[in-house]
């Protein structure tokens, strides 16, 4: 039980990351379907350069600085030249998804079995061992369970008790009223695609260098868009995405768990729950509760609708 | 909002615009095929000698063109209606579950009544697979794209467990269906393996300008595509278009997965056919998200396809490259047109001070 619960945690973990980091573009107005992107991204550098540094450190800076230039060129076609964010975010996923698979086979014999790189360490110190009930679990979770975890309450403070969480939901509910007031809206919402990005792409890690050790072509399979499915089905509050990421990221290994005990029902349904438990909690919630502007580029003075 | 209006320019723009988008794309990826070592004219022979270079080449060419043309079509009539529909993917997978299960099911029809059995199954399937995300949005104001990308993967998933389970042929160690039965089959045209699908493309392409150009319904899509608000103010069942459009939608983009199997693989795998969905989103804003502009840019796009794995296997440039210029194709136009905006914009501003 408590293996599963270990690997359930470490799927979580990625989901969780690009979940809260995306609650900030989405909240300021921003729909980034790019997150994709940024995951893909920084799932393949820092692999990349944790390889062939030998240091895992290296390789979770690589993946910060390749979101960086993700999140600018962003910025630059969503905010400032307002793009459609939908078109763009489409864009930017096969873009991410080609270049990381063209280096890698560049950069790596594929088909030579998977080369391992190095992994973040697990944070197994004896008092996090000591701690009763939970000890065993958290002793086996690397850095970034810890940096997910901090980060959701950091998040939850800034969002709702802070003028700056005030500005950001107001820049996505009307970002017409907050310029009057003397938001910038535009640097607000390129700070949030830059939050969206960096954490995205420490998601990625996660993955890569975080847990599996080696990387493969497409590898974050979606984990993008189940990202956004736990920002929709946590009704775009940071304690509905927790609870979210955890649901699916559990549901993710216990189908890996069935894959290896080798029953009878087919391990796709379980892939499955995250889309499925999202659509039909929207039949059944109420309209929706996403950023009024959400998607909507923004023009001062101008007509938003 | 005029939704993606920029994709639709007219007169010599038209053809301008996609032409340098596509040459920005190959120049991008140019670049990274020189960092392979390997002369990116050379590698760019290689592709069209690949895609066209012979009868085969054609042929394979058109093969891949099919898939990508009913996608295409399926995404332009959505988006001249103001919906995005990204969930092609998803219905052309759930067109293909059904109608391999029809193809496979019964065994004595006749031709005449099996292929069309078979076709309307995975259009229903399609259809119902954009109902979903269509009725969500229309009625409950819950945004297209997340839930059709979310179907997407349903779709998907839900193609693979069929194949595990009820889809597949007895007594075999991989997931793959049964092989369709003769009478479900799509007829090839003679002397080639191409089948009469390709008929139906261009059947399509001509109802949908048909329809765009002299039918109210058309009329209608366009107004609520163009603004939603007026349509309302105007009289028109902004709900029932909305609706209607994307069932429609996912009713021709399923024909891109029931095509390939029935006219062409003749047996349901897992990846039969991986991001064509995706593809067609490209294709449709490069045809200028006009029915034979998409039929244009899907045989582009096929002819890329199909080319890169000659590349590959002579000079070692990885086919993922193609990915690359369809990319950066799509978004060389989207900040070509966001820049003239931004710069008209800024002109006119400076103009009324003045």
């Known amino acids: 039980m408590n293996n599963f619960i270990i690997a ?28 994709e992107a940024s995951m893909i991204l920084g799932a393949y550098f820092s692999y990349h350069f944790a390889f062939f540094f030998g240091n895992v450190y290296i390789g979770l800076l690589a993946a910060v600085i390749a979101s960086l230039i993700l999140g600018i060129i962003s910025g630059i076609f969503i905010v400032s030249l307002k793009c459609d964010q939908v078109v763009y975010g489409v864009g930017i996923n096969i873009l991410a998804l080609g270049l990381t698979s063209t280096i890698f086979r560049k950069s790596f014999s594929v088909g030579s079995g998977y080369e391992k790189s190095p992994g973040l360490p697990k944070l197994d110190a004896q008092f996090i061992k000591d701690i009763p009930f939970i000890g065993g679990i958290l002793s086996q979770q690397t850095i970034l369970f810890y940096v997910a975890i901090a980060f959701l309450l950091v998040t939850i403070i800034v969002l709702y008790y802070t003028s700056v969480g005030l500005k950001i939901r107001a820049a996505g509910d009307n970002p017409n009223a907050a310029d009057t007031l003397g938001v910038n809206v535009p640097l607000l919402r390129y700070i949030c695609l830059m939050i969206s990005v960096i954490f995205g792409a420490l998601g990625g890690a996660a993955l890569t260098i975080g847990d599996l050790h080696f990387f493969q072509d497409g590898m974050t399979a979606g984990r993008g868009f189940i990202a956004l499915a736990a920002i929709i089905f946590g009704r775009y509050k940071p304690l509905g995405v927790l609870f979210a990421a955890l649901v699916f990221g559990m549901s993710d290994a216990f189908q890996l768990k069935m894959q290896v005990i080798g029953l009878n029902i087919p391990y796709q349904l379980f892939l499955i729950i995250p889309y499925l438990i999202t659509i039909l909690a929207l039949f059944v919630v109420g309209p929706s509760v996403a950023p009024r502007f959400n998607g909507k580029p923004f023009y001062r003075g101008g007509d938003n609708s | 909002m005029k939704f993606l209006q920029f994709f639709r320019t007219k007169g010599v723009n038209n053809v301008i615009y996609p032409i340098l988008s596509i040459l920005l794309g190959m120049l991008g990826a140019g670049i990274i095929i020189a960092f392979f070592g390997v002369n990116p004219f050379t590698a760019y022979k290689e592709l069209v000698k690949g895609s066209f270079g012979s009868i ?22 959505a988006f001249r209606g103001g919906i995005f529909n990204i969930g092609i993917e998803g219905q052309l997978y759930m067109g293909a579950l059904f109608s391999t299960w029809v193809g496979i099911s019964f065994e004595k029809l006749p031709a005449i009544i099996h292929i069309p059995l078979a076709l309307l199954a995975g259009g229903i399937a399609g259809g119902i697979w954009a109902f979903i995300p269509g009725y969500l949005k229309a009625k409950k104001g819950f945004n297209e ?7 997407n993967f349903i779709g998907v998933y839900t193609l693979g467990a069929a194949l595990n389970t009820f889809l597949r042929a007895p007594g075999q160690g991989i997931p793959w ?30 109802t949908i300008q048909y329809i765009f150009k002299h039918r109210t319904f058309g009329y209608e899509i366009k107004a609520v595509g163009y603004n939603k608000d007026a349509s309302i103010y105007g009289g028109i069942n902004t709900t029932k278009v909305i609706i209607v459009t994307m069932v429609l939608s996912g009713f021709i983009g399923s024909f891109a997965g029931s095509v390939e199997i029935l006219g062409m693989q003749h047996r349901l795998t897992e990846n039969f056919l991986v991001d064509y969905g995706y593809n067609a989103i490209p294709v449709a804003l490069l045809g200028g998200l006009n029915p034979f502009g998409t039929l244009v840019a899907a045989f582009f796009f096929a ?10 296997i002579a000079l070692g440039v990885p086919v993922a490259i193609v990915k690359v210029i369809m990319a950066l194709a799509i978004l060389g136009s989207l900040g070509m047109h966001g820049l003239q905006k931004t710069v008209e914009s800024r002109r006119k501003r400076r103009d009324e001070q003045l």
């Open chain 2, 145 to 151: 794209i997340l839930v059709s990308i979310f179907m």
């Open chain 2, 56 to 77: 085969y080449g054609l042929s394979a060419t058109l093969q891949r063109f099919m898939p990508l043309a009913f996608a295409g079509l399926a995404a332009t009539l």
């Open chain 1, 8 to 35: 359930g945690l470490a799927l979580t973990t990625p989901i969780l990351l690009a979940a809260i980091g995306d609650l900030y573009a989405e909240k300021s107005g921003v729909l980034n379907l790019g997150i």
């Open chain 2, 303 to 312: 002819a890329l396809i199909n080319g890169a794995s000659s590349m590959q």
């Open chain 2, 177 to 206: 269906s049964s092989e369709i039965v003769e009478s479900a089959r799509l007829p090839q045209l003679p002397g080639s393996d191409l089948s009469i699908g390709i008929f139906m493309i261009f059947i399509f392409a001509f």
